[in-house]
């Protein structure tokens, strides 16, 4: 009897720091740093065998940076014509690989079918891109599941339980029945 009471004493005691009291493996309690909100506009890819191109969505301007696949180098004096999104029309060249098409209305929260044909000199082709302009998933809080808190109470129970056997053992002791 007295090896048991000698291990449940030593459980209750045990139980709280391996139930998570050491937070050496990084995890703490304390109040998480805020999170930097960093404003990115809606994006999409396409490639092919000869072409590799990024779109943005900037503003009411869709951004097309369009490079060979096999190089990674810009693509200049080409001839891109968009379609999708309610947008058709060629895109111009601002910078070397850069191609911008102007919107006159901003695009609605939804995923747009974007067709996009990519002429430079003797190469073609056809890229599809699906440009998702709804609004980010908000990032879901850090919050304790039951688990924890029920690992806590059965330490109490243990620690409650071995406090009471202690005591009915003296109680025997000394001779006090109840």
Same mark, same amino acid.
């Given at each position: 009897?007295k090896?048991?009471?000698t291990?449940?004493?030593m459980a /209750?005691i %045990?139980l709280p %720091?391996w139930?998570?009291?050491?937070?050496?493996?990084g995890h $703490?309690?304390?109040?998480?740093?805020?999170?930097l909100?960093v404003a990115t506009s809606p994006?999409a $890819?396409a $490639?092919?065998?000869?072409?590799?191109?990024? @779109?943005?969505?900037?503003?009411?301007?869709l951004?097309l940076y369009?490079d060979?696949f096999a /190089?990674?180098? &810009?693509v200049?004096?080409?001839r @891109?014509?968009?379609?999708?999104?309610?947008?058709k029309?060629?895109?111009s060249?601002?910078? &070397?690989?850069t191609?911008? @098409?102007d /919107?006159?209305?901003p695009? !609605?929260a939804?995923?747009?079918?974007l $067709? @996009? =044909?990519?002429?430079a000199g003797?190469t073609?082709?056809?890229?599809l891109?699906?440009?998702?302009?709804? !609004?980010?998933?908000a990032a879901?809080?850090h919050i304790h599941?039951w688990?924890?808190?029920a690992?806590?109470?059965v330490? %109490?129970?243990?620690l409650?339980a071995?406090?009471?056997?202690?005591?009915?053992?003296?109680?025997?002791?000394?001779g006090? =029945?109840s």
């Amino acid at each position: 009897m007295k090896h048991f009471l000698t291990a449940i004493f030593m459980a /209750s005691i %045990a139980l709280p %720091a391996w139930a998570g009291g050491d937070s050496s493996d990084g995890h $703490t309690h304390a109040a998480p740093e805020p999170v930097l909100a960093v404003a990115t506009s809606p994006r999409a $890819t396409a $490639t092919s065998e000869d072409f590799e191109i990024v @779109i943005a969505l900037e503003d009411n301007r869709l951004v097309l940076y369009v490079d060979r696949f096999a /190089s990674n180098e &810009p693509v200049t004096k080409a001839r @891109i014509e968009v379609e999708g999104a309610g947008l058709k029309g060629l895109a111009s060249e601002v910078a &070397p690989g850069t191609y911008v @098409i102007d /919107s006159a209305n901003p695009l !609605p929260a939804a995923k747009h079918a974007l $067709t @996009i =044909s990519i002429e430079a000199g003797d190469t073609a082709d056809l890229l599809l891109a699906t440009l998702d302009t709804s !609004p980010a998933a908000a990032a879901e809080a850090h919050i304790h599941s039951w688990n924890v808190w029920a690992v806590w109470i059965v330490a %109490a129970m243990l620690l409650l339980a071995g406090i009471g056997l202690l005591l009915a053992r003296r109680k025997r002791r000394n001779g006090v =029945s109840s």
